[in-house]
Each structure stands twice: as structure tokens, then as C-alpha cells.
């Protein structure tokens, strides 16, 4: 499938420098205009995927007048002659006469001519006849009382749980329109780095590679085995060969840490020109994350993969992770742009002047986010006890008390930041 860029295309040396919020913007549309088409999978399958079409019902729920309690469906006064029972899964006669009685089981049909269902524990019985009294307020659940058929029950762009899952089974479908997962690989640069063992002699550990494959999961991704091949060797071929290869698999998404610059062992923008990359974001303004980059690729099928040149220092490849593979991923997912939360900040923090500034902060007693330390473009140690960023806007210093956006860390589903 043939995409049009989201801008247009720039030469592998020019760095154009977007906003960060704007950025953000660019990217979304930039994975939406990559996204595959919809296709239909059955409910088992659906886990992790995003509705590609509103879900609606293919018939009332509940279909039909179900009781919500063991009980006595009763009509007219007592005592109530037992005409029988109903049980769940039965189709239920219905009740012609005063005076008359089934027993009925929570889940099973209400009989019509039902008057009102009588509980078990508030009820006797003397051979055929029953007593009792039912309470005030009405023991089974009127059709429609959950759902009309045909009402939206949930949008298209709604990421897929277990719970949505068994709302589609109880609404009487067996699959679901969805945009599946989308799936990534990850390309790790720098022959500096180490995979195994201490840092010295020159040579640090890669700290990336263990991690980001984590972080693209709790984003939805399914990472493939394997999620991250690297170090590659520093040379422009064998850039060039790692990209090709990781396209061939048919990925989504191909995310690399290192070579975003333009010094003499950095042939990422090289490597690029020459797989006929288009630049979507090409360098931003924030700080930290300098430089980041989003374009897309052509692949063999005829598509389109993206791909995210995350910075080989630590921090700034997270910055740039949220930065630009979050929005990217919600548009590829078919599912809305992320809104950022709010923080008060417990302490001032000041900004990076006409750049929006990352501020890594962790939350205190009182809920308030507070600047961590140890926050160096090259350093984790504050990343790890961090909830997400404080955005400081381009030209501002933040007070203590002001509630600014907070670009929250990946988190799975059900984890609060």
C-alpha cells in the first residue's frame, strides 16, 4: 500500500528542527497514514488489538427479561399455586393465571404474566403452595436495560482488554473488526557498547537494547524474536544490511538507539538516504533528546515501515521514545492521540529557554510531582525513579504550584503513573 509522507521529504544532511508539540502532531498522522487495514479476527485472537469499527450489539442485552435472583416468579396474590420451573437456558412459558408460580434460577427467562419474583429466603413452601412477599424493587433485568441492538457500546480507536473481548461475546459476535498489534524490531548502533558484563576500557554497556523492547510493550507492541539485534558494526554497509533485513521481516516499526548525529562513525542519516527513507521529524526542539528522528520506509511488500532514530545517550532516547514513538504507535494502532496529564509541580524547575524542556520528576506524600536527580542526557539513575516528565514550555520557568503536562512513562494497562 502506497502512503503519502506527512511532510515532505529532506536530504539526509538537513536538519530542520520541529517543535515539540508540534512534533508530536507529525507523528501521530505519520503512523495513521502507515497503518495497515483492518481485518477480522475471532474474539481469541482479538487481545492487544484496537477496535477498527464501533461495537454495537446484535440484539438487546439482556435479549430478553432475565431474573437476578433464585426465587419464585410470581402472579397475583398469594398463596401461588407451583406450576413448575424455569431454569436458565430454558425458553419460559408463559404465566395465564392469578395465583400461579415457577420456580426460576438466576440468568433464566422471566415467564410473561410475571408480576414479581418472590426470593427464595423470603418465601415458604407448603406442598404446591408458595408464600412470601417480594421486595420493593424489581428482580430481573428488562431487555435493553444494559444495551439497545445497534447502540455504541464502544468506539473504533478502543484498545481491545479481556473485558471488551467478553462484551463482544455477550453481544453476540464471534470477531471483531481490529487493527492488529503493531510489530517492532529494534537495530542497536555503537561499536563502543557491550552486551555482557562491566563497563571499561573504553567501552560502556548497552543500557537501551534490555530496555526499549520493554517499553514498546507496554505501548501494545509486539516485539519479534528477536526484539533487538546489535551492536551493529559502525560502517555504512553494515547499517544499510541490518535496516534491509529488519524491513524484509514485514515489522511496522523499526526503532534504532545511536548514529542520529552527523560525526564520523554515524551513517544512521547515510544509511537512510540510501533505503529512500522520507523524513517525517528530523531533529526537534526539546531538550533533553537532541537529535531524534521519525521518517518512513519503503518495504518489500509495498507498504510502509516506520522508523524511530532514537539518540545513543540514555535519557535522551527515552525523551525521544515518548516523545515521538508514543504518538506514532497511537496512530499506527488506529487509536486517538494520547492526552497528556496533568501535574502540580512541589518544586520550581526551570525551563531550557526557546526549547520545551523534559523534566524528569517522581510523585511525593502529597501526589505533587518533584524534580528526581541524576538527570544527565547519559545518566538512568533518575530515569528509574521517575513517574514520567514535567513539560516545561519553550521561554518559561515553572513555579512551585503550577499544573503542567506530564508525559507519563509507558505503563501497562491497569498502572497509574
Do not use: K
Amino acid at each position: 500500500m502506497s502512503v503519502q509522507p506527512a511532510v515532505e521529504p529532506q536530504t539526509a544532511v538537513e536538519t530542520v528542527a520541529v517543535p515539540w508539540a508540534r512534533a508530536r502532531e507529525i507523528c501521530y498522522r505519520t503512523g495513521r497514514n502507515a497503518a495497515r487495514p483492518p481485518v477480522a479476527l475471532p474474539l481469541a485472537a482479538c487481545d492487544g488489538a484496537t477496535l477498527a469499527a464501533d461495537l454495537s450489539p446484535l440484539t438487546d442485552l439482556p435479549a430478553f427479561p432475565t431474573s437476578t435472583v433464585d426465587g419464585w416468579a410470581v402472579r397475583g396474590t398469594e398463596p401461588w399455586r407451583n406450576l413448575g420451573q424455569v431454569l436458565a437456558g430454558a425458553t419460559a412459558s408463559p404465566l395465564d393465571e392469578d395465583g400461579t408460580c415457577v420456580s426460576i434460577a438466576t440468568g433464566a427467562m422471566v415467564p410473561a404474566g410475571t408480576e414479581a419474583i418472590v426470593r427464595i429466603e423470603d418465601s415458604t413452601v407448603d406442598g404446591h403452595l408458595v408464600r412470601g412477599e417480594p421486595r420493593p424493587e424489581r428482580e430481573w433485568r428488562e431487555p435493553g436495560d444494559e444495551a439497545h441492538r445497534g447502540d455504541v457500546l464502544l468506539p473504533a480507536g478502543t484498545p481491545i482488554t479481556p473485558a471488551v473481548i467478553g462484551l463482544a461475546a455477550s453481544s453476540g459476535l464471534d470477531e471483531l473488526l481490529v487493527r492488529p498489534r503493531p510489530t517492532a524490531a529494534m537495530l542497536v548502533f555503537g561499536d563502543e557498547l557491550l552486551t555482557s558484563g562491566a563497563p571499561g576500557e573504553g567501552r560502556v554497556r548497552d543500557s537501551l537494547g534490555p530496555q526499549v523492547p520493554g517499553w514498546l510493550s507496554r505501548l501494545g507492541v509486539a516485539c519479534v524474536d528477536p526484539a533487538v539485534t546489535g551492536p551493529i558494526e559502525d560502517t555504512l554497509d553494515a547499517h544499510i544490511v541490518a535496516i534491509r533485513d529488519l524491513l524484509a521481516t514485514g515489522v511496522d516499526l523499526i526503532v534504532t538507539t545511536g548514529g542520529t548525529m552527523h560525526g564520523p562513525v554515524d551513517h544512521l542519516h547515510p544509511a537512510l538516504a540510501a533505503l529512500d527513507a522520507r523524513y517525517a521529524v528530523n531533529t526537534v526542539e526539546v531538550r533533553p533528546g537532541f537529535p531524534m528522528l521519525l521518517a518512513t520506509l519503503p518495504n518489500p511488500s509495498g507498504g510502509t515501515t516506520l522508523f524511530a532514530g532514537l539518540p545513543g545517550n540514555p535519557q535522551s532516547a527515552i525523551v525521544a521514545l515518548v516523545s515521538l514513538v508514543v504518538p506514532a504507535l497511537a496512530g499506527l494502532a488506529g487509536r486517538p492521540q494520547p492526552a497528556l496529564p496533568t501535574i502540580r509541580l512541589g518544586a520550581p524547575i526551570r525551563g531550557r529557554g526557546g526549547y520545551t524542556y523534559l523534566a524528569l520528576v517522581r510523585r511525593d506524600d502529597t501526589g505533587d510531582a518533584q524534580p528526581v536527580s541524576h538527570v544527565a542526557s547519559s545518566m538512568l539513575r533518575g530515569l528509574a525513579q521517575a513517574v514520567g516528565f514535567a513539560v516545561i514550555a519553550p521561554g518559561t520557568d515553572a513555579a512551585a504550584g503550577d499544573v503542567v503536562p506530564l508525559v507519563p512513562l509507558p505503563l501497562f494497562a491497569g498502572e497509574t503513573p
